[in-house]
C-alpha cells in the first residue's frame, strides 16, 4: 500500500510518526514500514477485523441525542501512535510532580490555606471555585492525596513541544478504551509487537485495585466497590470493564445505606455488608442528596457522614475538584514551585489570566485567534475557538469577557499535532491529544501512554468521542537502540 | 452479592432459556404444519394460545396468518413476550451484570444479537426463518456451556440456575398444557389420524424424542409420553427433572427455607402424577396449575433475596 502514503503530508504540522513527507522518525520506521509493505487489500481486512472485533465484544460508548439515545461502535484507527520511550520518562516524572503538587494543593486549601495565606493565589479564586466545596474542610484524606485517579490531557504544539492542556481530576474516563485498543492492535497486528519493544499497558486494572487498597491502611482486606450513575450514563461500559478487571463490586446507589453507626453497608442476597472504599464515577454533586444536591436520585443519602469520620474511604475525594478548574490551572506551575520547590517539568499551554486587566486587554484585542474557556466546564461546552468562531461568536464572548472577566482564561490556537490515520480509504494527517492516567495513593503509577484521541474530521481539533472523535493504541516504543544509529 | 445483580443474573437465565425454547418450539411447530392437512384445530394461532396471548395478539393484528403470528411472535418489539424483547433483555441483563460474569459470556450474548437483529426481516422466508431459529438454539446452548465451563459454582451460578429451571418447567409446562389440549378430545379427527405425530412433535419441542425411545422403547403412547416429560427424574427437559433441579441450586443460597419448601410441595406433586385414562383430559389443568405454583416460588425468591426488608444497622 505504498500508493497509500505517496501523497501523506503533514503539511506543517508536527507529526507524531514522521518528520515530513516520507521522512520517518527513527523509533517509528519500523512501524511504517511494515505498513507501507502491506499491500491494500490486506491492510483493508486488518480494518475490518479490528471493526468486526470491537463490535463483537460489545465495546460502545452512547451518544445522546435527539434521535434518541445510541450505543455507537468505539470508533478505533488501526494506525498506532508511537512515542519514544525516553521522551516519554520524563514526561511521567512531570504528570507525577504535577499530581504531587495538585494533591498537596488541594489538601492545603480544605485546611490552613497557606497558599492563599501566603498571597500566591487570590482567595476569591479558591474559594469561589465552582469545584470548591465547604463541606470538605478539615478533612484530609488517606496520603494526603485527594485525587487518586486523574487523567490529564496532553498537547503537543507544531514544535513538538508536550503541554498540559488540563487536569481532569474529577472522575476522568477513558482508561479502558486505552486497554480494549491494545487488546485490539495485539489481535491485528502481533507481528508487530516482535518487531518492537512496546511497553505493556494491562497493569492497570492491578494499579487500580492496589491503590485503592491503600486508601485504607486499618482494613486488612477492604471491601472495595465502584459507584456508576447507571447503565443510562455514557461511560457505563467502562464502569463495568473495570470493576470486572479490578475485582470491584460495580453498583449503584440504590445498592447502598448508611446505617445508624454512619458505616456504608450494600445491600447483598445475606443482608448487609459493610463497604469500606467506593471508587465513585459520579460527581460531588450528585452523591449524597443530604450534603449537596437534594434532587439527586444517583447518590446515597449520609455517605459524607461517613467520609468525614473516615469509616468509608472514596475516590476521587469530595472536593477535589477545585483543581479542575481552569482559572485554577494557570496557577499549577506556581503550586509546584511554592509546594514541592521544584521547576515544572512539563508546561502549561501559555495561558492568560482575564481577571488581570492587562491580560485581559491583550485576550480582547487577539480574541479570533485565542481559544477563550470558562472557568469550570468540562468537554468543550462554553468555548471559543477564534479561527473557527463565527464574528457573532466573537462578539458575544467579547461581551463575556467584560462582565464576568475572573471566569475566564485564554490561551493560543494551538497547532495541535498530527498522526496519520485512516480515513476513506485513504490515508491522512489528523491532529491527536493523549490522555495518560495517574494513580496517586500511597504511590503513584502513571499509565505507559493513555488514551490517543483523534480528531476524524479534517482540519478539526475536536477529539471528543461525543463529537466525531476517534482513538488510537498508543505505543511507548524503546527507542535506545535507534539512537545508537540503527 | 448484591441483591439487585442476583435479580438481574436470575432473568438473565430465564430470558436465555426462553429464547433457546421459543426458537425450537416454533421450528417444531413450523414442521408439524407441514406435516399436518389444513386443520382448524391446529395451525399458526396454537403458538399464540400456548404464549398466552390472545389479548395481546388481537390488539395488534386482525387477521391469522402465519406472517402476522411469526412477526408477533418473533420481531415484535411492542410486545414484551416476542422473541427480539426476550433477546433484548437478555443482552440488557447481561451488559449490566459485566462485572461478575465471565467476558466471553457477554461477547457471545452480544453477537446473538447482532446475528438476530441484522436476519430478523427474513423471517418472512420459512427456510430462513428456520435456519435462524436453529442457529439462535445453537448458540443459547453454546452460552450455557460457557457458564457450565467457564464459571465458578459461585452464588451467580446458583442464581442463573435456579432462573434456568424455574423458566424451564414453566415453558415444558406450557408446551405439554397445549398437546393435552389437542389429543385430550378423543372424539376429535386429530386425536384420531394424528396422535402419533403430534405426540412426537411434542418430543421433538423439548429434544426429548431420543431419549423418550431409549427409555421406553415402545410407541408413541400418550400416557407412556406424558408420564416420561412429567415424572422422568433422569431427563433434562422433563418437569420433574427441572423442578429437583431447582431445589438443588436454591439449596445452595443463604436462607432458602421457605422457597425450597414451596418448591417440594410442587415437585411432591408431579411425582404423584398417574397417566391414567380418567386424569388424562385434567393434564392441562394440573399444568396450568402448575404454572401458578412456579409463579409462586419466582415471587417468594424476589422476597427472599432481591428486595427483603432490610434490617438497619
Known amino acids: ?486 | 452479592m448484591l441483591s439487585r445483580v442476583g435479580e438481574r443474573i436470575f432473568w438473565l437465565a430465564r430470558y436465555l432459556e426462553r429464547v433457546e425454547n421459543t426458537s425450537r418450539l416454533i421450528n417444531v411447530h413450523t414442521s408439524l404444519l407441514m406435516d399436518l392437512p389444513q386443520h382448524r384445530d391446529i395451525n399458526w394461532y396454537t403458538l399464540v394460545t400456548i404464549f398466552d396471548a390472545k389479548n395481546d395478539y388481537f390488539d395488534r393484528y386482525d387477521r391469522v396468518n402465519e406472517y402476522d403470528i411469526m412477526h408477533f411472535l418473533l420481531a415484535d418489539t411492542s410486545y414484551g413476550g416476542s422473541l427480539v424483547n426476550a433477546l433484548f433483555s437478555l443482552r440488557e441483563n447481561a451488559r449490566t451484570s459485566l462485572d461478575i460474569l465471565p467476558e466471553t459470556l457477554w461477547e457471545q450474548v452480544n453477537e446473538l444479537h447482532l446475528m438476530v437483529k441484522g436476519e430478523m426481516s427474513s423471517i418472512g422466508n420459512r427456510r430462513r426463518r428456520q435456519n435462524l431459529l436453529l442457529a439462535i438454539t445453537e448458540r443459547c446452548l453454546g452460552i450455557w456451556g460457557i457458564i457450565a465451563n467457564h464459571m465458578s459454582r459461585n452464588y451467580a451460578y446458583d442464581f442463573l440456575l435456579v432462573g434456568k429451571y424455574i423458566e424451564r418447567a414453566d415453558m415444558t409446562s406450557r408446551i405439554l398444557e397445549m398437546t393435552s389440549i389437542l389429543v385430550a378430545d378423543k372424539d376429535s379427527e386429530i386425536s384420531k389420524q394424528y396422535e402419533g405425530i403430534l405426540w412426537g412433535t411434542l418430543l421433538r419441542a423439548l429434544s426429548a424424542q431420543q431419549m423418550y425411545i431409549q427409555h421406553n422403547a415402545s410407541t408413541l403412547k400418550a400416557d407412556k409420553v406424558l408420564t416420561f416429560l412429567i415424572t422422568d427424574t433422569t431427563f433434562p427437559r422433563s418437569l420433574s427433572f427441572a423442578v429437583k433441579a431447582l431445589g438443588n441450586y436454591l439449596h445452595y443460597l443463604p436462607r432458602s427455607e421457605t422457597v425450597l419448601s414451596l418448591q417440594q410441595d410442587v415437585l411432591n406433586k408431579l411425582q404423584d402424577y398417574k397417566a391414567e385414562d380418567a386424569s388424562l383430559a385434567m393434564t392441562h389443568v394440573q399444568m396450568d396449575e402448575l404454572q401458578v405454583s412456579l409463579s409462586a416460588i419466582n415471587q417468594a425468591i424476589a422476597k427472599n433475596w432481591f428486595y427483603p426488608d432490610y434490617a438497619t444497622a
Request: hydrophobic share 35%; glycine share 8%; charged share 25%.
Open chain 1, 1 to 486: 500500500m505504498k500508493e497509500m502514503w505517496r501523497d501523506y503530508d503533514p503539511d506543517g504540522f508536527f507529526d507524531e510518526l514522521m518528520y515530513e513527507k516520507h521522512q520517518p522518525r527513527g523509533f517509528s520506521y519500523r512501524l511504517l514500514d511494515y505498513l507501507t509493505s502491506m499491500d491494500e487489500e490486506a491492510f483493508s481486512q486488518r480494518i475490518n477485523e479490528s471493526e468486526m472485533e470491537m463490535l463483537e465484544r460489545g465495546i460502545t460508548f452512547t451518544v445522546y441525542s435527539d434521535a434518541g439515545n445510541i450505543d455507537r461502535a468505539w470508533p478505533f484507527d488501526i494506525i498506532p501512535r508511537a512515542i519514544p520511550k525516553s521522551e516519554w520518562q520524563r514526561t511521567e516524572k512531570g504528570l507525577q510532580q504535577r499530581i504531587r503538587a495538585l494533591n498537596q494543593f488541594i489538601d492545603d486549601i480544605y485546611n490552613e490555606g497557606s497558599i492563599v495565606k501566603d498571597g500566591l493565589m487570590p482567595a476569591d479564586v479558591v474559594y469561589d471555585s465552582k469545584g470548591y466545596r465547604a463541606y470538605c474542610q478539615g478533612m484530609s484524606p488517606s496520603h494526603g492525596v485527594w485525587a487518586n485517579i486523574c487523567g490529564s490531557d496532553l498537547v503537543r504544539d507544531d514544535t513538538g513541544k508536550l503541554y498540559v492542556l488540563e487536569d481532569n481530576l474529577r472522575v476522568p474516563s477513558g482508561v479502558s478504551y486505552m486497554l480494549e485498543n491494545r487488546k485490539t492492535t495485539k489481535r491485528v497486528f502481533p507481528e508487530l509487537f516482535r518487531l518492537l519493544d512496546i511497553s505493556p499497558v494491562d497493569a492497570y486494572p492491578e494499579q487500580l485495585s492496589r491503590m485503592l487498597r491503600s486508601l485504607r491502611p486499618d482494613v486488612s482486606n477492604p471491601n472495595m466497590v465502584l459507584l456508576t450513575p447507571g447503565v443510562y450514563n455514557s461511560a457505563y461500559y467502562e464502569h463495568a470493564f473495570l470493576a470486572q478487571q479490578a475485582g470491584l463490586t460495580l453498583l449503584e446507589g440504590a445498592d447502598l445505606l448508611v446505617g445508624r453507626d454512619n458505616y456504608v453497608y450494600m445491600k447483598t442476597i445475606h443482608g448487609l455488608e459493610r463497604v469500606d472504599v467506593i471508587y465513585r464515577r459520579i460527581d460531588d454533586d450528585f452523591i449524597d442528596p443530604e450534603a449537596f444536591r437534594p434532587d439527586s436520585m444517583l447518590g446515597v443519602p449520609g455517605i459524607m457522614r461517613a467520609w468525614r469520620q473516615g469509616k468509608v474511604a472514596i475516590a476521587n475525594a469530595p472536593g477535589c475538584g477545585v483543581a479542575d478548574d481552569k482559572v485554577i490551572y494557570a496557577y499549577v506551575p506556581a503550586m509546584i514551585r511554592y509546594y514541592l520547590n521544584e521547576e515544572p517539568i512539563l508546561d502549561n499551554v501559555p495561558t492568560w489570566l482575564c481577571r488581570e486587566p492587562e491580560q485581559l486587554a491583550h485576550v480582547l484585542e487577539h480574541l479570533p485567534e485565542l481559544v477563550v474557556k470558562p472557568a469550570n466546564e468540562s468537554g468543550c461546552y462554553g468555548m471559543l475557538v477564534g479561527p473557527h468562531a463565527s464574528e457573532e461568536k466573537v462578539s458575544e464572548f467579547r461581551q463575556l469577557l467584560k462582565q464576568n472577566p475572573n471566569n475566564y482564561i485564554a490561551q493560543p490556537t494551538l497547532k495541535l499535532s498530527v498522526s496519520p490515520t485512516c480515513c476513506d480509504g485513504g490515508i491522512a494527517p489528523r491532529h491527536v491529544d493523549l490522555r495518560p492516567f495517574i494513580l496517586s495513593g500511597e504511590d503513584c503509577y502513571v499509565t505507559p501512554g493513555g488514551l490517543t484521541r483523534v480528531a476524524l474530521v479534517e482540519g478539526s481539533l475536536v477529539v471528543n468521542s461525543s463529537q466525531g472523535g476517534g482513538s488510537k493504541d498508543t505505543w511507548i516504543v524503546d527507542d535506545r537502540s535507534f539512537m545508537e544509529g540503527q
